[in-house]
């Protein structure tokens, strides 16, 4: 079995994740910034060492390109991810896709294969999200999901526009979004999930996504006085509240789906310890693979808040902030995963990813897939994230084998 | 039966609540502001036209005093309350009560009763606890649970400090405070909670004052992505807290008890709409008006925060940040208001004050009790706040009954 050359990945992980810290060693490389630009250029200068061709779209997503005379008229195999970060990022976010699409690209090279169809390395702009709305702008600006005016004329949360930046840091590109139509999209991507660490997988085959509501919820009861106000008198926003998020945890585990739901906001009115509180505004995150649950869930959350609302005298709206399908992954390319893993005594299990990732928009336009390796302590978008250094090889080699596998089937 | 003159009492009801408003016309006259000068002057004015002799102690705590050669050696009876109020308040709170206590004296002066125990309107300093904590302020250093230094060295929520305040609004008296020990005190003042209207009472005969338990609660879980970290895997700090609240309530429901209970504030962090809390910061505010229960009370928190924290893998740690004993007022007061109501025809039930009020410190050193008149929807500390006229004048004249009886007792 061919692998890749592990100190070569690990020492890149290191070295661009030591691009863009500041002083108090915080990373932070936001899309289109200063720091980002000297990452990009960093990945730009690596992808020309290895003998590829280098293309970036107007969007600003890099393409590290390897093809030859005789499978340039293919559809390329794309391997990819993102470089740019949260604020305080780790080091693996993403960067292990980019830098692991380009190690296994350079492994086969080095060994002398012809792979019959083009491979790509490629970097997605913006796909935090942090600078620019939407997350995975680049990917989904490259399947046509948004049209390269608009994605470019995107203010960030500094007041900047995306267009502009891009020019300024010299990521403007001049390839046309979606100018190749991959043969088939892999991603490889830590977990950011604590499933394969706790229960002692090596490799995750990523089947599916999960699709994501999110809704914000008012709830307007009165304020009164919290000595005055006999329990039996209070129409309490606050208590209200409480029940949504304690409710939908027991709803998902009597229901045993793989459904997540979470109240991650909450604030209360006026916001006083001794007046109850006459408003409550919180989120809820609800999280399915399976569009038909989402939807279910959804209904069972709009009951609910009937259903509270009378029981507790409160009004209650809510908006829906976001709403996104769960995504298929490629059953074939899922399988090509766990052949590699069987062959190489990885122990496996297909999973869901429950976070977003450009591979849900490469899916509208191509068969993709995601392999996942262990977050310890299930922790990202943080200094601690962290995944072993056997992992990583181990992830990387078995995109390696997906991708010859796939060079390879013509 | 005598009566109050309702014109001039509510006349000047409005006009001490005019003064102190904003541009906007909101009411703010925090404790030793220039509004609260302004208030004070005005309520001097009446109580020198009113033939009463002015006292200020060094806490600036405003004492109008009817009394003659013949009973000057005799304790007084004292009516009061206070005049600061919060920021953007209503006209009755506090005020009321003082200007029931000018105008029942200015009642029995016009109709020539001669008292045989000096009659005293007082009005206590900062008992709202806006600018300077803790409340009531002026009634604790009055009763010697505060010393007079300390109170004037007490920093505000401005930086002020409360003695130079004093000083600079002309309010720092020479009185010692506690110069006058009362034969006993009583104190009008608006319900602020809604047992009387919705019950139809007139009067509440309040028997005594709720013991107050306030501690803030921090719950700490871990933060993770809201969409790969299923369920069961979850330390969410933010559901934790959403038990302590609602246990509370169940709690009181089954226990039958009048006791109270309000999760009033509540944080969470990272506060990010996909990311679980790792972090919860509450406050909760227990009252019942006998020790035991409050006691049983905050022994039943307890349990259930250490119960809570091994259900929920969290860790919870709690302070306390006030606590005071519930007060019992005079049992003969309380008859007295009773006897009045009766023989006046108002409906009357005994209560609890479940807010804080200057009479539970007066109480310390002299027999005292309160009667309320009803909040409208229970509203308080509020623009909204109100009292029906008849109410108000209802209240006045059962006042002004139970000091005939005081002061007639000998």
Known sequence: MQTINAERLIARIHELGDIGRDPQ?????LAASDNDKAGRDRLVAWLHAA???VAVDRIGNIFGIWRDERNAGEAPLMLGSHIDTVINAGVYDGCYGVLAALEVIETLKERGVEPVRPVVAAAFTNEEGVRYA???????????GLTVEAALATVGTDGS???EELERIGYAGTAEPGFAKPHAYLEL????????EREGFTIGAV???QGISWQRVTIDGVANHAGTTPMAMRCDAGLAAARVGLFLREHIARSNAPSVATVGTMRYEPDAINVIPSRAVFTVDLRDPDEARLSALEAVLSELLVRIGTEEGVQISFE?????????FDQGIVEAIETSTKRRGFKTRRM???AGHDAQMIARIAPSAMIFVPSRDGISHNPREHTEPDDLVAGANVLLDVVEGVIGRG
Chains 1, 2 share one sequence.
């Open 161 to 163: 526009v995306l267009g």
């Open 134 to 144: 939407p997350d995975m702008l680049g990917s989904l600006t490259y399947v046509g």
């Open 207 to 209: 089947e599916n996504l």
């Open 51 to 53: 003998g590829l061709e």
């Open 352 to 354: 869901t990813s429950g």
């Open 25 to 29: 060693a915080q990373l932070t490389r």
């Open 189 to 196: 991507h830590i977990e950011q999930g604590p499933v394969l």
């Open 320 to 328: 829906r902030l976001a709403r996104f399908q769960p995504v298929d």
